[in-house]
């Protein structure tokens, strides 16, 4: 069973930096996607970026956060975790994150549609001051 939990999410000050984690079990790297989307006051949901499955485990991110906010992936606790490091954060930044996987199966390259992914957390607010 899939279960993501995203965690880190805080107020910040405009150029700023903030570190999102989201601790998948369940997920294996070969065998999924792991993205993160984030939804601001008002606004859809929006494709942050996505980590592929394959074994060189390609990043891929949308052009708002392109540049600033890098995607990674680390072992807490023998659990996977994807990381979401942002950097020179501004207000248009604000929003609840969320986690999600897209899987079982290979899933190479960008996947930004909310849709292609069946699997996703509670989300993690962050709010950024200017």
């Known amino acids: 069973q899939v279960l993501l939990v995203e965690s880190g999410g805080a107020s910040v000050q405009a150029g700023g930096s903030l570190r999102l984690s989201c601790a998948a079990s369940g997920v294996t790297e070969s065998n999924y996607c792991l993205a993160w989307f984030r939804q601001s006051p008002g606004k859809g949901l929006e494709w942050v970026g996505n980590r592929d499955s394959e074994a060189r485990a390609s990043t891929y991110y949308g052009p708002s956060v392109k540049g600033r906010f890098t995607i990674s992936r680390d072992y807490v606790d023998n659990t996977l975790t994807l990381i979401l490091q942002m950097h020179a954060v501004a207000p248009g930044d604000t929003g609840m994150y969320y986690c999600?996987?897209?899987?079982?199966?290979?899933?190479?390259?960008?996947?930004?549609?909310?849709?292609?992914?069946?699997?996703w957390g509670q989300g993690t607010q962050v709010i950024v001051s200017s």
């Open positions: 999600a996987a897209r899987g079982p199966g290979p899933c190479p390259g960008l996947w930004s549609q909310s849709r292609h992914y069946q699997h």
